[in-house]
């Protein structure tokens, strides 16, 4: 909205064409979110605890987490408002990727808000089951694909890292893996979002990471010279990467250890579906599993935590997810959480190198 008012004015003062860049209007969309994330959010804990908007003490964790009863959750609400604004305020309101993503932030955020309200009201302390939940995430992934492949130019190649010359084209079937990695990666946040900052970490990692391809696949000099696709208008995602960033750090101001705030399915299901839908659109699918290595890790460990199980009889780890496995065996909440924040962000220089080796 102020990018529209402002910009225009830089016929009479040319000072005003500074709004031109996405850079200068990502570096405003972080400190906006930062702004509205600082301001907002002691509000929302203290309204979260007049209205018992507050976590229970769930079966599946270990026992010392008792001490995290009555945490205010849903703080996602909180990330969803601190990212559109911005994303409204300095965005070309124009741009299709703008809207299709922030669609996808509110219909998975709505997803995970039914699932925590259920959770808050229910007298078993269980959100929505397992398969209306699935149902949900299909259905509006569905939607995000078709919207994405009938988009006018769209590209259905799959880009391989590491490999220039290696580009195979799905076709239609580039809907069925776009479903997939989007369901995938939202449920993949939601398992990770299980101890203080653990999830807001690599969330902020891949946002850094993608922010910075948004950029590069979205101007057609650099594209070029780097020898990736270049996608028309994808570069304006920069600056919805950036608010993302920005409230991603003012949640972690009150979600690190021991936090005041939990951001509940509302954040990790919203979270991770967006990172997704930016990943397909910047045409870094699987770069977002090199990126999103922890993700893909907590992932990991409850599947074969099934099959093992299933199979042998026996548990491959003590609990999974596997953050879990290490409290159980005797590492400090902390240890776990800032171990787990740097492997993150080793995983995104490893992405990150991968623009000049190719």
Not at 21 to 32: G, M, N, P, Q, W
Not at 43 to 56: A, G, L, T, V
Not at 305 to 331: C, D, N, T
Request: net charge positive.
């Amino acid at each position: 909205m102020l990018y529209h008012l402002l910009f225009p004015l830089y016929v009479k003062f040319s000072v005003f064409n500074v709004f031109r860049y996405i850079t200068f209007r990502t570096v405003l969309a972080i400190l906006t979110a930062l702004i509205i994330s600082f301001i907002l959010t002691p509000y929302i804990i203290r309204k979260f605890h007049e209205w018992k908007i507050k976590s229970d003490k769930r079966e599946d964790v270990p026992d010392r987490h008792i001490t995290k009863q009555g945490t205010p959750t849903m703080g996602g609400f909180v990330i969803l408002i601190s990212t559109i604004i911005p994303t409204l305020l300095w965005s070309d309101l124009r741009n299709y990727y703008i809207w299709l993503v922030t669609f996808t932030l509110l219909s998975f955020g709505g997803i995970g808000f039914a699932d925590d309200i259920k959770k808050l009201r229910g007298t078993n302390g269980k959100g929505i089951s397992g398969r209306t939940k699935m149902s949900l995430q299909i259905f509006f992934s569905v939607i995000i694909s078709v919207l994405l492949y009938l988009r006018p130019g769209f590209i259905t190649e799959l880009t391989v890292p590491f490999f220039k010359n290696i580009t195979p084209d799905l076709g239609i079937f580039y809907i069925l893996l776009a479903i997939f990695i989007i369901v995938g990666t939202s449920n993949a946040v939601n398992l990770t979002d299980g101890l203080d900052g653990l999830a807001i970490g690599p969330v902020l990692t891949v946002c850094a990471t993608f922010m910075l391809f948004s950029y590069l696949v979205g101007n057609i000099k650099f594209a070029q010279y780097l020898q990736i696709f270049y996608v028309k208008g994808a570069g304006e995602l920069t600056i919805l990467c950036g608010a993302m960033l920005g409230a991603g750090i003012g949640f972690l101001w009150y979600n690190a250890y021991p936090a005041e705030l939990f951001m509940g399915d509302t954040g990790s299901l919203s979270l991770g579906a967006t990172l997704a839908t930016i990943a397909v659109i910047i045409k870094q699918e699987i770069l977002l599993l090199i990126v999103g290595g922890i993700f893909v890790l907590e992932t990991a460990s409850v599947i074969i935590q099934v099959i093992s199980f299933k199979w042998r009889g026996k548990r491959a780890f003590r609990m999974a997810p596997i953050h879990h496995h290490y409290e159980l065996k005797g590492w400090n909440e902390e240890k776990i959480v800032v171990r787990f924040w740097i492997i993150s962000v080793i995983l995104g220089l490893l992405a990150l190198s991968t623009l000049k080796l190719r």
